[in-house]
């Protein structure tokens, strides 16, 4: 069983950064899908980014492009959700969830929960105004 162990949250000012990280004992990334999703109080989980580890595709939920960037180590043991120019709307428990290689590049996109098989235990960003 792979065990997603997530942290990096954190209290933060509008317009801070924070880092998140997302890693597994014993199990590295390559060629998987690694996503991040959020799930503010009162609503839905939603995407908020993924990376294609066999190619780097990396894609964005609108609300974060140009703020977020998803990246992965060399190694593949950890991904990385840097998040800049935080804002209120982004206060959110944050999840890591891995999917099989395909998940990335799925239409209309790659956030489907039923498409992830392996899930983290989440980390609160609570950006303040």
């Known amino acids: 069983e792979v065990r997603l162990v997530v942290s990096g949250g954190g209290l933060v000012q509008a317009g801070g950064s924070l880092r998140l990280s997302c890693s597994a004992s014993?199990?590295?990334?390559?060629?998987?899908?690694v996503a991040w999703f959020r799930q503010a109080p009162g609503k839905e989980r939603e995407g908020v980014s993924c990376?294609?580890?066999?190619?780097?595709?990396?894609y964005y939920a609108d609300s974060v492009k140009g703020r977020f960037t998803i990246s992965i180590t060399d190694a593949m043991n950890t991904v990385y959700l840097q998040m800049n120019s935080l804002e209120p709307e982004d206060t959110a428990i944050y999840y890591c969830?891995?999917?099989?290689?395909?998940?990335?590049?799925?239409?209309?996109?790659?956030?489907?929960?039923?498409?992830?098989?392996?899930w983290g235990r989440g980390t609160q960003v609570t950006v303040s105004s």
């Open positions: 990376i294609s580890t066999s190619d780097g595709y990396k």
């Open positions: 969830a891995v999917g099989q290689s395909w998940v990335a590049t799925t239409h209309p996109h790659p956030f489907a929960r039923y498409d992830y098989d392996y």
């Open positions: 014993d199990f590295t990334f390559d060629d998987y899908t």
